[in-house]
C-alpha cells in the first residue's frame, strides 16, 4: 500500500530556533502533499498544500513566512517551523494523495511529528 | 464555522456488539467523505469512504451509511473487537474539477472504546 514516512517522530527544541519536518511517500510519487496540526483533543487542522515544484497553498490565518513548505522532489515535502515558540507545539501530520492506489482520491498519512518548543 | 461534525466525543460498547459513530456536516458542496480510524501519537488510517451518488458502502466489518438530504453519514461497526479501539474520524471534501487533489475536512473525532 501507499506508505508515508515523517522525520523525526519527536523533537523538542528550545524557543527561537528552527525546526524542520520531512515528510517523504516512499512507494509512490506524490505531486501534491498536505500540513496538517493536531491540537489536543482537537481536529485535524489543514495547514497548507504543498504542490511539487511551485508555491504552497495556504490555509487562512497560517503564517507562510512562519511554517515555510518545501516540495522539490515528488517524494519529499519539508515544513521548516521558523523561530519556534511554545504555541507551536504541537502535532504535526503529512499526508499525501497515490492516484495509481487510491480509488477515491484518498489521502494516506505520515505517522506525526510531535514537536515540544521550550 | 465546523463544517464537518462529530458531536460524541466519545463511544463505549461491548465487544461483539454494534458501534455506530456519527457524523453531520453543512456544506452542501461535499460529494466524498472518508473516515479515518487514528491511534495516539500515529498518523490517522484510512478507513472506509463514500460517494455521494451511494448511500451505502461495506467493507468486512464496516459499512458507512449516507443520507444526503439530512446532510448526515455514519460508520457502523459489527461485531466491534477491542482492536478497535481508536479516535475515529469523519472527513469531507468537494470534488475539484480542475485537477490536483481535494482538501479534506476533518470533524473532531469521536474516541471508541470496546470492553472485552
Known amino acids: 500500500g501507499a506508505v508515508v514516512s515523517q522525520h523525526p517522530s519527536r523533537v523538542i527544541c528550545k524557543s527561537g530556533t528552527s525546526v524542520k519536518i520531512e515528510c517523504r511517500s516512499l512507494?509512490?510519487?506524490?505531486?501534491?502533499m498536505f500540513w496538517y496540526r493536531q491540537f489536543p483533543k482537537k481536529s485535524l487542522m489543514l495547514m497548507a498544500t504543498s504542490n511539487e515544484g511551485s508555491k504552497a497553498t495556504y490555509e487562512q490565518g497560517v503564517e507562510k513566512d512562519k511554517f515555510l513548505i518545501n516540495h522539490a522532489s515528488l517524494t519529499l515535502s519539508t515544513l521548516t517551523v521558523t523561530s519556534a515558540h511554545p504555541e507551536d507545539s504541537s502535532f504535526y501530520i503529512c499526508s499525501a494523495n497515490d492516484p495509481g492506489l487510491a480509488v477515491y482520491n484518498e489521502q494516506f498519512f505520515g505517522p506525526g511529528t510531535r514537536l515540544t518548543v521550550l | 464555522d465546523q463544517q464537518v461534525k462529530q458531536n460524541s466525543p466519545s463511544l463505549s460498547v461491548q465487544e461483539g456488539r454494534i458501534s455506530i459513530l456519527n457524523c453531520d456536516y453543512t456544506n452542501s458542496m461535499f460529494d466524498y467523505f472518508l473516515w479515518y480510524k487514528k491511534y495516539p501519537a500515529e498518523g490517522p488510517t484510512f478507513l472506509i469512504s463514500i460517494s455521494s451518488i451511494k448511500d451505502k458502502n461495506e467493507d468486512g466489518r464496516f459499512t458507512v451509511f449516507l443520507n444526503k438530504s439530512a446532510k448526515h453519514l455514519s460508520l457502523h461497526i459489527v461485531p466491534s473487537q477491542p482492536g478497535d479501539s481508536a479516535v475515529y474520524f469523519c472527513?469531507?471534501?468537494?470534488?475539484?474539477?480542475?485537477?490536483?487533489?481535494?482538501?479534506?475536512?476533518f470533524g473532531k473525532g469521536t474516541k471508541l472504546t470496546v470492553n472485552p
Open positions: 512507494d509512490f510519487q506524490a505531486t501534491t
Open positions: 472527513a469531507a471534501s468537494a470534488l475539484q474539477t480542475q485537477g490536483g487533489s481535494e482538501k479534506l475536512v
